[in-house]
């Protein structure tokens, strides 16, 4: 299974690099234009390069499963806010080049209406980028809601491509040859077909593929269980850990849709899928609301955050609302009646906010299960462990060879950069364990 991922990633990757190298190449082909200086070529290569990465974002969000299984979609999140920048650099830094060497192409008019219009796209796509990046990086600090800036990302991201695009013909310097004019519009319908599929295919798909809420199971620490049912189909299978996009209130044709955990055992019958969330403000204050019946669509499975590979025990370090994908694979090796000794460490605020801790209980009786809660806030009498889970609280409770367990961490991301930390220091080899970041923004 490892090495077929291996495999799989390199060939993705080798892919990713074509789509951006092979347009800057073929300028190169055929008949050139008059040569310029190197500062004026290294600048246009910049900006070519950036638009061809930009247009690709389309397709790292456009939740192909063949794609991103290798990596697990958080992964895939997180390398698209980061080449994402990469790729605004690329472009912001190319007219600042020409500007820096004395470019005539970038001098300005006797009258803002001589502009040429290639260069008001320029100032068009540049603009969005810039705007696209601030709302992106300090949204919460900006206070705007998720699904207004989920919508302004989109326009944004299309007006910044689609400028640039237009920028580039209206320049025209490269793209008076008709093939690599014909390459490059070519490129911007393929990157339009990414749009589409998220935008419409996939959502006809849902559309035919409906659930329905079965219950709604109020938690411990103010956390809502949806459980939910197929309606007029057999639902799909997940794995231990992975996570779907919930649409609530809404046709699956609706712009934002929210990612979260499965938290029920992946051998559940009837196509069941339960979903735990935690109120943090925004869309999850309002789940508790969802009534029993309520139409939803769900968009999954995805994820590599998942058990599977060989190993003597599973280790299971869980923070906060990040126990419940650790609540998927307890209760999935609890059916599958797997005999492998299972450790969870659970940190948490305090004793009474602690979800799932009744029914945590009562698994040890069907699984070899060592449950370790850690608590920063615990009850005078508490005589457990307190404070954070370090690597001293691993040597506490973990049997030695720490190599030989795998190891699941989710929680804020502070603890799981301690908990990395702790694993490395304990000579854990980096494939024996495993993060999954939930924030895709």
Known sequence: MQHRDLVRKAIWSAIYLLFILAPLFALLAGKLPPARNFGTEFSVALGYSGLAMMGLQFGLTARF????????????????????????????????????????????PDSVWDIPWGARFAALSIGSLIVLV??????????????????????LALTAVFAGMLHMVGWGFYLVDPFKRALWIGMTVFWIALLLYVRLFKPLFMLRRPYRVAEVRMERGDTVTLVMRPDGHAGFRFKPGQFGWLTLWAS???????????????????????????????????VKAVAVGQRIYLDGPYGAFTIGNPTDMHVLIAGGIGITPMMSMIRTLADRGDPRPLV?????????????RDELDTLKTRLDLKIVYVLSQPPEDWSGERGRITADVFKRHLPPAYADHEYFICGPDVMMDAIETALGEMKVPLARYHSERYSFV
């Not at 992946?266 to 069941?272: C, H, K, L, Y």
């Open 252 to 286: 699956p044709f609706r712009i934002t849709g929210h990612p979260f955990s499965f938290s029920s055992s992946a051998e559940a019958p009837d196509g069941r899928v339960d979903m735990t969330i935690r109120n943090l403000g925004d869309f999850t204050n309002a």
């Open 65 to 108: 499963r063949y794609v991103t299984e290798p990596w697990g979609e958080d992964v895939i999140y997180h390398f698209h806010r980061r080449i994402s920048l990469m790729a605004v650099a690329l472009v912001v830094v190319h007219p600042l080049i020409l500007i820096a060497i004395g470019s005539e192409s970038v001098a300005l």
């Open 134 to 155: 601030v709302t992106a990086l300090w949204r919460k600090q900006l206070k705007i809601r998720y699904e207004l800036w989920h919508l302004s990302h989109i326009v």
């Open 344 to 356: 969870l460490l659970y940190g948490g605020k305090d004793w009474d906010t602690l979800t799932f």
